[in-house]
């Protein structure tokens, strides 16, 4: 092959720098092996899926509730069905309904705002700082008597300023929610994100960084909200294994919905937690590879981070000057098979129809035309231009755990390639 034929990008008709993928950005799952097949295969020997009883009950979801409080360093966990449901749970246990506003990041993924939404409360967007994290300035700012939670979303394993909204939410007496979907094992300042919130959630679905397909935690020190989580995720109920852990009820029974993990689930995921420090070792060393090839590139700006050594490496984004620039290297990598993609393509939460629409399931349109709801919300292009303009510009890399030396090599060499076209012509 001729050199000019390396050099040519393949969205040109050059030759890629890859004939094949890299393997894909499901962080847990592609570490799944013979410990995730034996745990679950206990479970089918025992009969026993449910994780309250059956004829052989192992307890693997209240196992796997203490390894997750051991592994975050706080007192409770409650394993849930999913990310998703574990955010209207913490809702639900903050006592969040119809009248009231949380605040959320502009940046997140639609199901952060959907869950405020479904507990007929209203979401109002933060922008975001240079991270693309929620910026504590821009909640301040929206802080109303109708707030009743701040919702902080560390995105591909990077986060925010913890100690300012920590901070904030001392000041102003309202609750920080955390919720670490996507960002399993970061850490701000040697602590555990999902350690600082009043409540905060974790997903277990593919894309995370471990995972049971599907599957949520929701983590509290305050026993009246671990409580209060419990009865919403099962019907109202306290059942013995929970007041054994709480010692006395405190909250009475109130109405709820099944949100229960199964005993499968919590097999995977007790197997994946125990792999989770090996998998953020090989994502952080892809990472600081990637990145360290990449310092000298002026025009690729590495996306910041208020504590570098604690993000959980899942991802290495840049952010070019131009929108326009963005979209094509995002275009010509990904013809070269090294994945990349703009953040959420570019539109910050607000912006899906779902949100946007101001609409909701049901034909009465609580929260947003709900009487105890006395403000109004507009949500439109613009409303947070920080957010908007960084997302617009990203070029982002999920780095799953089993990248090899010459896929590294090979994310490398794409990214300089496409580089050496668009800036060194
Ligand atoms: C930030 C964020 N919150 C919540 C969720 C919802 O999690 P799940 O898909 O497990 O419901 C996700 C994941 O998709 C997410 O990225």
Not at 269 to 291: F, H, N
Not at 312 to 339: C, H, M, P, T, Y
Not at 371 to 393: I, Q
Request: aromatic fraction near 6%.
């Amino acid at each position: 092959m001729k050199r000019t034929d390396l050099k040519r990008l393949a969205i040109d008709g050059g030759h890629p720098v890859r004939t094949k993928p890299l393997p894909p950005y499901f962080p847990g799952a592609m570490v799944m092996g013979a410990a995730e097949k034996k745990a679950v295969l206990s479970v089918i020997d025992a009969k026993s899926p449910f994780r309250y009883y059956g004829p052989h009950l192992l307890g693997k979801v209240q196992k796997f509730e203490g390894a997750f409080t051991g592994y975050l360093g706080i007192r409770y966990a409650l394993g849930v069905t999913s990310g998703t449901a574990a955010l209207r749970v913490a809702i639900e246990a903050l006592g969040i309904g119809p009248g009231d506003e949380v605040i959320v990041p502009a940046v997140t993924f639609v199901a952060s705002p959907n869950a405020v939404l479904c507990a007929r409360a209203v979401p109002v967007f933060a922008d975001v700082d240079d991270t693309m994290s929620i910026d504590p300035d821009a909640v301040e700012r929206l802080i109303t008597s109708r707030t009743k939670a701040i919702m902080s979303v560390p995105i591909l394993g990077v986060g925010p300023k913890m100690d300012r909204l920590r901070r904030l939410s001392a000041k102003s007496g309202i609750p920080l929610l955390e919720d670490v979907a996507q960002s399993c094992g970061a850490s701000f300042r040697g602590k555990q994100l999902g350690a600082f919130g009043r409540i905060s959630t974790f997903s277990l679905q593919l894309n995370k960084i471990i995972t049971a397909g599907e599957g949520g935690v929701v983590v509290t020190a305050d026993p009246v909200l671990y409580e209060r989580a419990v009865r919403y995720h099962d019907q109202g109920q306290l059942r013995g294994a929970h007041l054994a852990i709480l010692g006395k009820t405190r909250v009475a029974p109130f109405a709820g919905e099944n949100y229960r993990m199964t005993e499968l689930t919590a097999a995977i995921a007790a197997a994946q937690l125990r792999k989770l420090p090996s998998i953020l070792r090989r994502m952080r060393a892809a990472r600081s590879r990637v990145e360290k090839a990449t310092k000298g590139m002026q025009n690729l700006h590495l996306r910041p981070s208020h504590d570098h050594e604690g993000d959980a490496g899942s991802s290495v984004s840049f952010l070019l000057d131009r929108e326009k620039d963005a979209q094509w290297f995002v275009s010509a990598i990904n013809a070269e098979n090294i994945s990349a993609f703009r953040l959420y393509d570019g539109v910050a939460s607000y912006m899906n129809p779902q949100i946007s629409g101001k609409d909701v399931a049901s034909t009465v349109k609580c929260p947003y035309e709900c009487p105890l709801y006395t403000a109004k919300v507009d949500y439109h292009e613009g409303l947070c231009p920080n957010a908007e303009s960084l997302m617009r510009r990203s070029v982002c890399m999920g780095l799953p755990p089993v990248l090899t030396a010459v896929d590294t090599a090979d994310i490398i060499k794409g990214i300089r390639k496409v580089y050496g076209a668009l800036y060194e012509k």
